[in-house]
């Protein structure tokens, strides 16, 4: 069994974000790129990333497009828009004061 992957909440569009400032996505990427990153530690279901792309799709943080993936099969990709890109730098910022306020706490 794999150790829990719950993230705070509106941390895993912080996650997905990030992910796409590297370059476009489709979501099955996005998901194996976090779960690398992590080192295997965060594990994103589909029930909970594709949702999130909806709603950052939603809010125009992020831009989906069809196009054939490197397996030449049609997949949905995401990339970011200006206002995501800025959206990132806001969050990126938030969270580096409520890591260090947490860390602040735990010692």
């Given at each position: 069994m794999?150790p829990?992957t ?7 569009d912080?996650?997905?974000?990030r992910?796409?400032?590297?370059e ?16 295997d530690?965060?594990?994103i279901g589909?029930g909970?990333l594709?949702?999130a792309l909806?709603r950052?799709e939603?809010?125009g ?14 997949a949905?990709?995401y990339?970011l ?6 959206q990132l ?9 409520v890591s ?8």
């Amino acid at each position: 069994m794999s150790p829990s992957t719950d993230l705070l909440q509106g941390t895993l569009d912080l996650l997905v974000l990030r992910t796409l400032a590297l370059e476009p996505m489709h979501g099955w990427g996005i998901a194996q790129r976090i779960q690398q990153v992590s080192r295997d530690a965060l594990q994103i279901g589909q029930g909970s990333l594709y949702p999130a792309l909806h709603r950052l799709e939603y809010k125009g943080w992020v831009l989906a497009e069809w196009r054939a993936s490197e397996n030449n099969r049609r997949a949905k990709f995401y990339s970011l828009t200006r206002t995501g890109r800025r959206q990132l730098e806001a969050e990126l910022k938030d969270w580096e004061r409520v890591s260090t306020a947490i860390a602040l706490v735990l010692k």
